[in-house]
Structure formats: structure tokens, C-alpha cells
């Protein structure tokens, strides 16, 4: 029967068959997207003491640079300052160093000492200050930016060809000056080494070298050098627009850069990642208390609030519309509903709601986020697949003569409840285990600074409070 204009909406019985879909599994903090730490606080790795320096090494530093812009090549890294972690190298390129690796400490001779490098940094002879801010004026492809132990950082490790490519796009978007240029240079080597990521990489390739014997390191060299050009440079050739290594080889020169220096980074890169692999080898068992301990801790985390989707049309009661004109066109459109239009189509030519575009849907909504109260509640409490009453909205205090009035029809609805311990336990293993392996990682690391001299040209300069402190 027609609904008539000045009377209530009929509700029609249409309940759903069978129960609503149960909710996913909400995911643990530490698995999401986002990234998040599901570690407490009182667990989180700490930030280590400053490493000491050699009296040799310069320590002024001209402030050049200081009030450029922060995070200014963001691709370099996705998430700055975070525990160093593996490169991602080619799983064939990995499994050499893995079998390099292994063959060259396995052949270790009888004295441990033998053939290895000496732990003992001796530095070598510093630059005067003059010196130093001549070449950060200039900041040349071969200027000394950072020390590593015994390793020289110098800006070609750090304008890699990706890096190149991001200053030449922003000169020619902003029509830079030469000294903007530089300036842009010298904040991208800033804002790779004050993260602490570079330098943690360089230390790890420091303790290898003094581990691994000294006559092995060309021969590993040479096999990482061969795999690389199998597996990585084929990519780098495409990535690139070119068919010929010849080709590539003078698009970096072009750059002030080398396909020997790519391999050398590579090798520094891929040797870092499988040393501290050995180095902070964790047990992959996890106890079956611990879980249920982690899983009972953080028992909020797994609690879900009901949810719910839903149509809805809606008319605005507004200056021009009188509360009766706004029932009476709404009535309407729910006529045309009862008489089997599509829903989607009335919500699209004739609702005022804020999601007519998209046929009246509103996406899972959870409890008490609406702001109508009244609104709220229907859709909480109306079968699945009712249309509702035409339901007002409680007038607004700011607002008292805009209100608004509502047809809706609840498409899904999940109760609250808790994600079961059977369904977290294997986010749960994971986030304990990538929690063990930063320890030991973090562990590691710690000692690594606590005897690896470590220098930069910006130590000097203030500490940025946004950028988190300093390794």
C-alpha cells in the first residue's frame, strides 16, 4: 500500500537468511600496515651512548646547510631512523654471500688472528677545518662526509643515481640556483646519515671485514660481483631505458657516478645484511605460555565493537523545505523502494545524504560513531534487510531548525566480541618473534657502536628535537 504523505513509514519484514559474516580477525599492531609496535614501551630497544671519536678526527664543522629542508628525499628510506634491517638482496645474490661467507671462515687458518683484520681503528690523517669547509663548500662527488671505523663515506655512497635523479627533477621543477643545488645535495647526505641507518649498515660491514680473513674478501668480492651482474643488472638496465651495459655505464658517469661504485655499494650493502643475519640468529621456537601470556596482556587489543553497514536516504528539513514537504518527499522516495526500485538509484537522483553519490552507502560504521543518536540506534537495532520508519533526527543545538529525516535499511551488522586466541596465534608468534630478532639485533648493534669510532661532517650541528637523536 502507497505510504501517505502525512503518515509513518511501514516497515516491511525482509530479514536476512542465515547469520552475518563473522568479523576478521583484527591484526596485531605489529603486523599492520601502518607498521605499528605491538612491543610495550617498556620493551622498545634504547638509544645507545654516543660512540667515541679518535682526538684525530675534526670536530668543527661549518654550519652550512642547517636551515635547509628535512626529509627532502623521502624515497630514500620508508621509514628513517628505524632498526637496521636486511637490504632486501636477490635471494640468488644472498645465498653467495651466505656460501662465500661460510667457505672463507670455514678456511679460517689455526690462529684466529691470522689474516684478519686488526679490531684497533687506527684513523688516518685528518682534514684541517679550512680543509673541510672547502670541500663542503664545493661538496665534490669524492668529498669525505663520514668515517665508519676504518671505512671513508664519501658523497658518491650517498648521491646514489636515485638520489641524482631527485635533485635533477627538483632543479628543473623549481628553476634551483647552483647554491640551492648544493644546498639540496648536502641536506640528502645529511639526512642519510643522521638517521643512523647508514652508519649501523657501514659498522656491520666493518666487523665482517674484521672477522672475515683478509686474503678471502677479493675472492668473495669477485663472486658477488659476478652475481650482481646476472641478477641485479638486467633490472638496473631496464629500470634505466637502456639495452646496453655500455649505455648504462655513461648514464651514471653523466651522473658522476660508476657501474663500479653500484657494484661496490652493492657488495658493502649485501655483505652488511648476511653478517648481521650470522650475528643475530634467533631461535624461531616460540612457547606456547609466551603467547598466551602476550594474548592475555593486550586482551583490549582483541576486542572488537559491534559494526554495521547500511542504505540510507535522506531529506534536510532547511530554510525553504518545511518539516512536512521534507516527510512528504521522503515518503515518496520510500514508495519507490516498496515498489522495487533499486535503492541506489533513488539515493542517487533524490537523497541529501552525504553518500547519495555512492547509492546511500555507508561503509562499516561502529557503534556510537554517528551523530545522530536516533540514527545510531535504528541501525543497530532494525533486522538485516529492513527498510526502517522514516526516522527525525533530534534537533541540533547550533542548528535547531536543520535537522534532517531518515529512510535506512541495514545491509550487514556484526555484534561485538573478541577475536579467539586461535585466530591471533599466529599474528602472535610472528610479533614475538620480530620482537626477539630486534633485540638481538639492537643488542648487537649496541656493542658494534660501543668500539666503532663513528664521524660525520654534521655532528656538530644542533640537534633538530624533530628528528630524534643522534646515533
Not at 655505464?249 to 648476511?274: C, D, I, P, V, Y
Not at 518527499?329 to 515498489?339: D, F, P, Q, T, W
Request: hydrophobic share 40%.
Amino acid at each position: 500500500m502507497p505510504l501517505a504523505g502525512a503518515s509513518l513509514l511501514i516497515a516491511i519484514a525482509a530479514p536476512a537468511k542465515g547469520q552475518p559474516p563473522p568479523l576478521e580477525s583484527t591484526p596485531l599492531p605489529a603486523t599492520t600496515a601502518a607498521g605499528g609496535n605491538a612491543i610495550g614501551p617498556g620493551l622498545r630497544p634504547t638509544i645507545p651512548k654516543a660512540v667515541s671519536r679518535p682526538q684525530a678526527w675534526p670536530t668543527g664543522t661549518p654550519q652550512l646547510g642547517t636551515t635547509g629542508p628535512k626529509n627532502v628525499l623521502s624515497s630514500i628510506r620508508e621509514n628513517p631512523g628505524a632498526p637496521l634491517e636486511p637490504l632486501g638482496v636477490e635471494t640468488a645474490v644472498q645465498q653467495t654471500l651466505a656460501t662465500e661467507i661460510d667457505r672463507a671462515l670455514a678456511d679460517r687458518s689455526g690462529s684466529p688472528a691470522a689474516g684478519v683484520v686488526p679490531a684497533a681503528h687506527e684513523a688516518p690523517a685528518a682534514p684541517t677545518s679550512t680543509e673541510t669547509r672547502d670541500a663542503i663548500q664545493t661538496l665534490d662527488m669524492a668529498t669525505v662526509v663520514a668515517r665508519v671505523g676504518p671505512e671513508v663515506v664519501l658523497v658518491a655512497d650517498l648521491l646514489t643515481p636515485k638520489a641524482l635523479d631527485h635533485v635533477a627533477e627538483k632543479t628543473q621543477e623549481f628553476h634551483l640556483s647552483a647554491d640551492q643545488v648544493r644546498e639540496l645535495r648536502l641536506a640528502i647526505c645529511r639526512q642519510m646519515l643522521s638517521g643512523g641507518y647508514y652508519t649501523d649498515t657501514m659498522m656491520v660491514y666493518v666487523d665482517a671485514l674484521r672477522e672475515i680473513p683478509k686474503d678471502k674478501i677479493p675472492e668473495i668480492r669477485k663472486n658477488v660481483d659476478k652475481s650482481f651482474d646476472e641478477h641485479m643488472l638486467p633490472r638496473l638496465l631496464r629500470e634505466a631505458g637502456v639495452t646496453t651495459v655500455a649505455e648504462y655505464e655513461q648514464q651514471l658517469r653523466a651522473k658522476g657516478q660508476s657501474l663500479e661504485r653500484a657494484r661496490k655499494t652493492f657488495f658493502e650493502q649485501g655483505l652488511s645484511q648476511e653478517w648481521l643475519r650470522k650475528n643475530t640468529n634467533v631461535s624461531e621456537e616460540i612457547p606456547h605460555a609466551d603467547m598466551i601470556a602476550y594474548y592475555e596482556n593486550r586482551i583490549q587489543d582483541y576486542k572488537f565493537p559491534a559494526k554495521v553497514r547500511f542504505e540510507a536516504l535522506t531529506v534536510k528539513i532547511q530554510p525553504g523545505r518545511t518539516r512536512k514537504q521534507a516527510w512528504d518527499k521522503l515518503a515518496a522516495m520510500g514508495n519507490e523502494i516498496l515498489a522495487q526500485r533499486p535503492f541506489a538509484d533513488v539515493a542517487r537522483e533524490k537523497s541529501d545524504g552525504p553518500t547519495a553519490r555512492d547509492g546511500g552507502v555507508y561503509d562499516w560504521t561502529s557503534r556510537g560513531s554517528l551523530a545522530s543518536k536516533r540514527l545510531d540506534e535504528a541501525v543497530f537495532s532494525l533486522p538485516v534487510g529492513q527498510l526502517s520508519a522514516i526516522i527525525e533526527d533530534e534537533p541540533s543545538l547550533n542548528l535547531p531548525d536543520r535537522t534532517a529525516l531518515h529512510i535506512v535499511r541495514v545491509l550487514e551488522r556484526v555484534e561485538a566480541g573478541q577475536t579467539p586466541f586461535l585466530e591471533a596465534q599466529v599474528a602472535i608468534k610472528q610479533a614475538l618473534l620480530e620482537e626477539r630478532r630486534r633485540k638481538a639485533t639492537e643488542e648487537y648493534l649496541t656493542k658494534l657502536r660501543e668500539r666503532t669510532p663513528v664521524w660525520t661532517i654534521f655532528d656538530d650541528e644542533p640537534a633538530d628535537p624533530a628528528a630524534g637523536p643522534r646515533r
